[in-house]
Every structure is written in C-alpha cells, then in structure tokens.
T-cell receptor, first 109, second 115 residues
Framework: KNEVEQSPQNLTAQEGEFITINCSYS?????LHWLQQHPGGGIVSLFM???GKKKHGRLIATINIQEKHSSLHITASHPRDSAVYIC???????????FGKGTLLTVNP | EAQVTQNPRYLITVTGKKLTVTCSQN?????MSWYRQDPGLGLRQIYY???????DKGDVPEGYKVSRKEKRNFPLILESPSPNQTSLYFC??????????????FGQGTRLTVV
C-alpha cells in the first residue's frame, strides 16, 4: 500500500465548478504540502499546513491530523487551474517529503 | 525574488559521460534536496542535505553523488550516467522554520536524457 494516496487520479470539470482533491497518508507527519505542477512546467508550493485550514484566493486546504487526511478545494475553477496537484506529507528531522502520485485536473471553458 | 535555480534545463548525454546539474538558492535555506520524477512512479528523493557538509541518501541514491560546500549550492553529480537515469530532476530547498520547516521551493527542473 502506498504511503500517500490521492483521489481522484484524474478530474475533469467545467469552468466555475467547485473542485475537491483528497489525500490520505499513513506516515507520521509534522506538516503537509500541496504542490502544483503545470504540464511541462516546474513545481510550485501552494500550501504548507500542520493543522486546521488555510486559504489563498480561490484555494483552500484543510488537514485532519487524527484522521490522516487532507483536502484541497478550488472554488470557481478556471481553465488556468488545469495542472497536476500533488500532496506531500513531510515529517522527521530532515523535512523529507513523501509524494502522492498526483491528481490531473482539467478545467474546460 | 526568492528562487531556486537549476541548470541546465535540458540535457542529452551519452552513457558514461560524467555530468553535473547545478542547483542554487538565494533564501539562505538550510535544507536542500534532489528528486527525480518518472511516469507512474511520481517524485522520489535522491539525496538531501541538512546544512553545509551534511548530506545523506534519500530513497534512490544509486548512481548519484552530491556535495554541499556552500549553503546556497547543492550540485547533483552523475559520475557514469546510464539510460535508466533518464528522468526529470528537481532541486528543492526549505528553511528550518520553527520545527516543521518552511514551504518548499523547487527549481524549474532538468530534463535529462541518457542515450
């Protein structure tokens, strides 16, 4: 069993829809990162959180440490949100990231 | 502007020809790491460094070397590249923060092809 499970693997939405990507992990963590990767592009950090909820613009990330689960929500999705979203818990003294396989999001106009 | 700079962005080389991928960060971060990304396998850690002269193996270190002589630089060295090292490579850095580190900053990626 993978240490980090993301769902869904692929997601297609219409512009304006509310998006949810889920991440479950089995490793002990001190924090969890949500990353965004555009096709052929680099990786950008969206959030790092260790408890509760964070919001940046239309993006919201939540984490439940007891249930070992995190969600990334996108409100009013837009075609420019089309990308791969990667969940990466981190833990231990070396801040090591353990990556999920990613969720490919396609938002159609 | 806070950034991690990797070079080169693209590289095609032949089996056995030593190469170095450079990585530099301007945020005075203590922690730096190298990852490779392969289809179906996702991102995997190759090596990491907690500070100058402190490096350690990640999950897939075979065939790679690193050094950390200065805080800002963390080059990845392939002494004798082989075709199975064809991959997309990312360098990343994080600060120490309070106890959990800071957000991770990634380089633009290096697409390496070994023929």
């Amino acid at each position: 069993k993978n240490e980090v499970e993301q769902s869904p693997q692929n997601l297609t939405a219409q512009e304006g829809e509310f998006i949810t990507i889920n991440c479950s992990y089995s490793v002990g963590i001190s924090a969890l990162h949500w990353l965004q990767q555009h096709p052929g592009g680099g990786i950008v950090s969206l959030f790092m959180l260790s408890s509760g909820k964070k919001k940046h613009g239309r993006l919201i990330a939540t984490i439940n440490i007891q249930e070992k689960h995190s969600s990334l929500h996108i409100t009013a999705s837009h075609p420019r949100d089309s990308a791969v979203y990667i969940c990466a818990p981190s833990g231990g003294s070396n801040y090591k990231l353990t990556f999920g396989k990613g969720t490919l999001l396609t938002v159609n106009p | 502007e806070a950034q991690v700079t990797q070079n080169p962005r693209y590289l095609i080389t032949v089996t056995g020809k030593k190469l170095t991928v450079t990585c530099s960060q301007n945020m005075n971060h203590e922690y730096m790491s190298w990852y490779r990304q392969d289809p179906g396998l996702g991102l995997r850690q190759i090596y990491y460094s907690m500070n100058v002269e402190v490096t350690d193996k990640g999950d897939v270190p075979e065939g790679y070397k690193v050094s950390r002589k200065e805080k800002r630089n963390f080059p990845l060295i392939l002494e004798s590249p082989s075709p199975n090292q064809t991959s997309l490579y990312f360098c990343a850095s994080q600060g120490e923060g309070r106890t959990i580190g800071t957000e991770a900053f990634f380089g633009q990626g290096t697409r390496l092809t070994v023929v």
